[in-house]
């Protein structure tokens, strides 16, 4: 006795059910690379593909299968290029992190935690990203605060000096000048301080011109007698 013919109904019906699986998987699989181009794990998908090819390969040699694979490909190397440029940008901001950086190579690693947020799917990313901006935020902290302290006690100092200038000494007045001008072109330090500093540059400066003119009044009569001595002789 040979095998049962399939009737024409029973093929519809296994053709059917097999539409069926196809679609159902086909959604599942969309469903699942929807959430991983979103969230960055790949491993469900992965999993779900795998569990596929060892139970229905048959499956996933339908259009509609191959056109998911397909797009999960696309989307691990696009994973692997993200993680690759994610695992690039957190070393080279650590790298500042774990040397001695002015404030220059903070600012820089800011903008690169810019850029690096740009890449950022999981919570855990989030998280870590999150904590290298405290990272880099408390390091400028630190920097900026020693930098305007230095500059402060300098400006003191100068102050202090400037308050007994000689009025018949216009040497020390260039001196404070200078010293003031130096001072006014540190770099990073906040403006607050700079603008202190300027006013008491530009004050210098004008009680400087005052300096001279006077020395020039009290001179020039000492001149014409001078002159006059000159003549008479």
């Given at each position: 006795m040979g095998p049962r013919r399939v009737s024409g109904l029973e093929q519809a019906v296994a053709d059917e059910l097999l539409a069926i699986r196809?679609?159902?998987h086909a959604e599942q699989l969309g469903q699942l690379l929807t959430a991983a181009s979103t969230s960055g794990e790949l491993a469900p998908t992965e999993s779900y593909i795998t569990d596929l090819r060892t139970s229905s390969p048959d499956l996933l040699?339908?259009?509609?299968l191959r056109a998911r694979i397909s797009e999960f490909e696309s989307l691990l190397a696009s994973e692997r290029g993200r993680q690759q440029r994610l695992q690039q940008l957190h070393q080279s901001i650590t790298d500042v992190l774990d040397g001695q950086p002015d404030l220059q190579q903070l600012v820089t690693a800011e903008t690169t935690a810019t850029e690096l947020r740009s890449l950022l799917r999981?919570?855990?990313e989030h998280a870590e990203?999150?904590?290298?901006?405290?990272l880099i935020s408390a390091r400028r902290t630190t920097i900026q605060t020693a930098l305007d302290d230095a500059f402060n006690a300098e400006?003191?100092?100068l102050s202090a000096k400037v308050e007994q200038l000689p009025a018949d000494n216009l040497a020390e007045y260039d001196t404070a000048i200078s010293a003031l001008t130096a001072l006014n072109n540190r770099p990073d330090v906040s403006q607050n301080l700079k603008a202190l500093s300027n006013t008491l540059l530009q004050k210098v400066q004008g009680d400087r011109r005052l300096a001279a003119d006077s020395l020039k009044t009290a001179a020039d009569p000492q001149r014409i007698t001078d002159?006059?001595?000159?003549a008479a002789t």
């Open positions: 196809r679609a159902r040699q339908t259009p509609q999981s919570e855990s990203h999150a904590r290298l901006l405290r400006l003191q100092r002159a006059v001595g000159r």
